[in-house]
Nanobody
Framework: VQLVESGGGLMRPGESMRLSCAAS????????MAWYRQAPGRAREMVAF???????KYADSVKGRFTIARDNAKDTLLLQMSSLKPEDTAVYFC????????WGQGTQVTVSS
């Protein structure tokens, strides 16, 4: 399954945006789908994951501000981000751990005043 991220852009602190991860095939077979991000000079980190049975988990840094959603009917993973901070600036990726697929190009999110 190929994953294509979209929705990034330049945002001001405090604003909101939504990222999408579109899959080329069915995502219903994946127990876990997750968002990751990688800031310049830093390692890639998990932002949030969503299991097939509806469990979600967030990194402490985004808890209460980001919401992950999974639409199996549309084969899409979403990330609603609010109260954006400059430290959210990164390239955002999606993937399907532990059945890792190829990493896409990601979508750049830049938060700056």
């Amino acid at each position: 399954v190929q994953l294509v991220e979209s929705g990034g852009g330049l945002m001001r602190p405090g604003e909101s945006m939504r990222l999408s991860c579109a899959a080329s095939g069915s995502i219903s077979r994946f127990d876990i789908m997750a968002w990751y991000r990688q800031a310049p000079g830093r390692a890639r980190e998990m932002v949030a994951f969503h299991t097939r049975d509806g469990r979600v988990k967030y990194a402490d840094s985004v808890k209460g501000r980001f919401t992950i959603a999974r639409d199996n009917a549309k084969d899409t993973l979403l990330l609603q981000m609010s109260s954006l901070k400059p430290e959210d600036t990164a390239v955002y990726f999606c993937n399907t751990p532990p059945n890792w697929g190829p990493w896409g190009q990601g979508t750049q999110v830049t938060v700056s005043s």
